[in-house]
């Protein structure tokens, strides 16, 4: 059963007959926190320039699974592998090191800080033991550039950017950094006001144009339809729905994420 | 495959609008695009940098200010030779609050400062006087045992997760009881020939003009100011102090960088011990009593927020003058010496509320 959910979903972005390698494959991953079963043979597959929604009820395993995914957890059981290749992750820098980059919540920034210093902060560009403060201006702005991002000079403290604004700098962070090509991102939205709201989402859809892969937690469906290809949802630590997002509705995801038809 | 079918939430409404703004966006980037280096900010960039340097302006302005009104008060101030008298009186204090600075922009204090510096003036004397250690060797001795103090205070800060102003506390007793101890409470007197090479390099004149304090002082601001704003050790003080938990999740050893500014802070503890011995050529055990005060209030003065994250070695060194300037104007004035304390502490307060002020202003 849960195999069928799981092969039924299985996509095909390219053509039925050239099967493209995922970027991240998990296999029948399991993990377990004491007695709580948090993740109990889950399946989950990522293909470049994919954005992938993951929704579920609280407590439903999505955090649990981003952790696998980014290297901070290691499964009870199960395999990861990238590219095609069984890895194992120790620690988040292991999965950077494959460009897998996490987003996190708080944004994880430091607001005195101007938005060059934050794009390159832990990774400073030194030559001879002196800060190139001129490449980083110059390459914060070019990342940014890129991202059509709005924020009008790279040398303004982050603590005077906007929600969305952040939200760049730390997703500019992401892929200057790590060179990610997974970038995952924990409610990248909850707090953001619509304005902002759409400008995140439209740079998660810039993320993809880019060729990366989006792995983002929602709870408003509004935006996971907005944004996602796939939608992928956990019920009490087992998968149970993949669906293309023109293929299925609201409605029959929030049926899945509440187990309604079991009722 | 093809979005044939609308699905529930028809999000090709919001493609719309988010690809207008997107046009928007690219006009903005045309007409102002974030430059790097040397390049033109534009007007909000500037305005916003203006803004940001406001505090090092208010306080230069504050320095500029006492000076004008002292002049005005005295003649006797502005004349050069007071004016490198009250540069050499700060020199020592300065250099220990280039320690302070590195500690409070890592969002850590050390309390011990005070201390520490009376302690290692005890030893130095100790080692040259009783011990008849060669001068040069007393100092190299001196001043890696107060980065083995600054490194105690460190590890035991960092490593238990004890607040420094708690560990740094209890090390400001043990060393000045150790200093009274080690003294037997009596001063350490040094003699050492006028010409040894120990008093030319710690006292008398540079160039025949600079007090050799002074001129040290300026040595070791010139590079602390370098490390912190042009080196990624700096960086890595500064975003430990803003965010430590980001700077954690960013790969930098924030604890590291803690303890390096604990280290850096008692060598120049030591080094403030050195100047002190070539200037007055005796350990008192009772050196720097206090002094620990003198030292927060000039980083704080200067600008340096006690939440970490931001602040400059110029800051600290305009803090200083400040200091300077108040203590010998007041003597110019005739002023009762009683009154001095009461002059800083009212200048402290109002460096707060200013810098708060700001602060608020800002948001």
Not at chain 2, 237 to 256: D, Q, S
Request: with cysteine; net charge neutral.
């Amino acid at each position: 059963m849960q195999d069928q959910v799981a092969m039924e979903g299985v996509p095909n972005p390219v053509s039925a007959e050239t099967r493209v390698q995922p970027l991240v494959e998990l296999t029948n991953i399991s993990k377990a926190f004491g007695h709580v079963q948090a993740l109990q043979g889950v399946n989950f597959c990522i293909f470049p320039g994919e954005v992938v929604g993951l929704v579920g009820d609280n407590g439903a395993g999505k955090s649990t699974l981003i952790k696998i995914i980014c290297g901070a957890y290691r499964p009870d059981s199960g395999t990861i592998t990238v590219d095609g290749q069984p890895v194992t992750f120790n620690s988040p820098r292991d999965a950077m090191a494959l460009g897998i980059a996490t987003v996190y919540q708080n944004l994880a920034l430091v607001d005195q800080r101007n938005v060059a210093d934050n794009v390159f902060l832990g990774r400073e560009v030194e030559r001879r033991l002196v800060l190139d403060k001129r490449r980083m201006l110059e390459e914060a702005a070019q990342v940014l550039r890129e991202l059509r991002s709005d924020i009008p000079s790279v040398q303004v403290p982050v603590g005077l950017l906007s929600g969305g604004q952040r939200q760049a700098v730390a997703i500019a962070r992401a892929i200057h950094q790590v060179a990610a090509r997974l970038i995952i991102m924990d409610e990248p939205v909850a707090a953001l006001g619509i304005e902002e709201t759409r400008k995140v989402l439209r740079l998660i859809a810039r993320l993809r144009d880019q060729g990366r892969a989006v792995i983002v937690i929602s709870h408003n469906l509004e935006h996971v339809f907005s944004v996602a290809d796939r939608i992928v949802v956990l019920r009490r630590g087992r998968l149970v729905g993949i669906r293309r997002k023109d293929q299925t509705t609201a409605a029959e995801i929030v049926r899945l994420i509440v187990g309604a038809e079991h009722l | 495959m093809q979005q044939d079918q609308p699905s529930c939430f028809d999000d090709s409404g919001v493609d719309e609008v988010l690809d207008e703004l997107d046009g928007q966006t690219e006009e903005a980037w045309a007409g102002s695009v974030p430059r790097g280096g040397g390049g033109f900010l534009n007007a909000v960039g500037a305005a916003l940098r203006r803004l940001l340097l406001l505090r090092e302006i208010s306080v230069l302005a504050a320095t500029i200010l006492l000076f004008v009104g002292l002049s005005l008060a005295t003649p006797l101030f502005p004349d050069p030779e007071n004016l490198l008298l009250v540069a050499r009186q700060i020199s020592i204090l300065a250099i220990i609050a280039i320690g302070m600075t590195f500690l409070f922009i890592a969002r850590e204090i050390d309390l011990s400062v005070g201390s520490t510096y009376g302690f290692l003036a005890v030893i130095l004397g100790f080692l040259i006087a009783k011990w008849e250690v060669d001068p040069w060797v007393a100092v190299a001795i001196t001043i890696i045992l107060g980065a083995c103090i600054g490194l105690s205070n460190g590890l035991i800060t960092t490593l238990f997760g004890i607040p420094s102003f708690i560990v740094t506390l209890g090390m400001l007793s043990i060393l000045r009881g150790a200093a009274l101890l080690l003294s037997g409470g009596w001063p350490m007197l040094i003699r050492l020939a006028p010409d040894h090479s120990f008093l030319t390099v710690t006292a008398g004149r540079a160039f025949g003009i600079v007090p050799r304090q002074v001129f040290w002082m300026a040595e070791l601001m010139i590079i602390a100011a370098f490390v912190l704003a042009s080196t990624r050790f700096g960086a890595h003080v500064y975003a430990t102090g803003g965010n430590e938990e980001a700077a954690t999740l960013a790969g930098i050893p924030t604890k590291r960088v803690k303890v390096i500014c604990f280290v850096i802070t008692g060598a120049l503890c030591g080094i403030a011990a050195t100047l002190l011995m070539g200037q007055v050529r005796s350990g008192f055990p009772t050196t720097g009593t206090g002094f620990e005060l003198d030292i927060i209030a000039a980083v704080v003065i200067g600008g340096t927020p006690l939440f970490g994250g931001a602040g400059s070695i110029l800051g600290t060194l305009l803090g200083a003058a400040i200091l300077g300037m108040i203590t010998n104007g007041l003597v110019l004035l005739g002023a009762s010496e009683h009154f001095e304390p009461v002059a800083k502490g009212a200048i402290i307060v109002g460096a707060i509320v200013v810098d708060t002020f700001i602060r608020r202003r800002r948001q």
